[in-house]
């Protein structure tokens, strides 16, 4: 089956700490997302890759950092530079250049304890 | 930078009766416009869509409506069922050959009544 894979589904992490969330997609789609949601809110962004090598800070890039050494893989790192990383997070990809349809994995729910 | 009001926050209807949500956004640039359902832990999932050469697209009870002179766009969902029941958010994009931006409203609380 093709689309977006995203792990874990619950996250737990202690203040201080950093946490990686992993996204995984078999779409061959060149661009990927991600996308903080908070209760009652719309989505923002947080960073977006169109190709490999290479990703540009969204909306609200402070605190996270990301990679993007595959084409199937975009993971997001929470560092302990986030001050309210406790939010739902929804990874996204896309085919670059011919539409700009998002398709979106299952999110993972991050809570800091 | 593009701006997207979505209304109303909650929306509850009867079953079979009909529902409307309305988007405005500020950028005259943007061209694509799609909705989303999200349902409870879930992730969003593309519902329709419509590109701004179109003013009216539909999907059997689904279709959306856009006036790009007034700059809004509206979703309606006929005969409505207690499955329709979820979260709905509009988005718009510039779009392009480049990456396209999507900018989302703040979600609209669909709850269908048996």
């Known amino acids: 089956d093709g689309g977006i894979t995203q792990s874990p589904k619950y996250l737990f992490r202690k203040e201080g700490q950093n946490v990686t969330l992993s996204c995984e997609q078999n779409l061959n789609h060149d661009a990927m997302y991600w996308y903080r949601q908070d209760p009652g809110q719309g989505l923002r962004l947080i960073y977006y890759?169109?190709?490999?090598?290479?990703?540009q800070k969204g909306d609200i890039a402070e605190g996270y950092s990301v990679s993007r050494e595959k084409k199937e893989s975009f993971p997001l790192t929470v560092t302990s530079a986030q001050k309210n990383p406790t939010a739902f997070y929804l990874c996204?990809?896309?085919?670059?250049?011919?539409?700009?349809?998002?398709?979106f994995g299952p999110g993972t729910r991050l809570t800091v304890l | 930078g593009e701006n997207v009001e979505q209304h109303p926050s909650t929306l509850s209807v009867q079953e079979g009766d009909s529902a409307v949500i309305k988007c405005t956004y500020s950028?005259?640039?943007?061209?694509?416009f799609p909705w989303y359902k999200q349902e409870l832990g879930k992730g969003p999932q593309l519902i329709i869509d419509i590109r701004s050469n179109v003013g009216e697209k539909k999907d059997q009870r689904i279709a959306v409506t856009l006036n790009k002179t007034a700059k809004h766009f509206s979703l309606h969902i006929t005969e409505t069922q207690p499955e329709d029941s979820a979260v709905y958010f509009c988005?718009?994009?510039?779009?392009?050959?480049?990456?396209?931006?999507?900018?989302f409203g703040q979600g609209t609380i669909l709850t269908v009544h048996p």
């Open positions: 890759s169109q190709i490999v090598n290479d990703f």
């Open positions: 996204a990809s896309s085919i670059l250049g011919s539409s700009d349809t998002q398709y």
């Open positions: 988005a718009a994009s510039t779009g392009g050959t480049s990456y396209g931006k999507l900018t």
């Open positions: 950028d005259s640039a943007s061209n694509y």
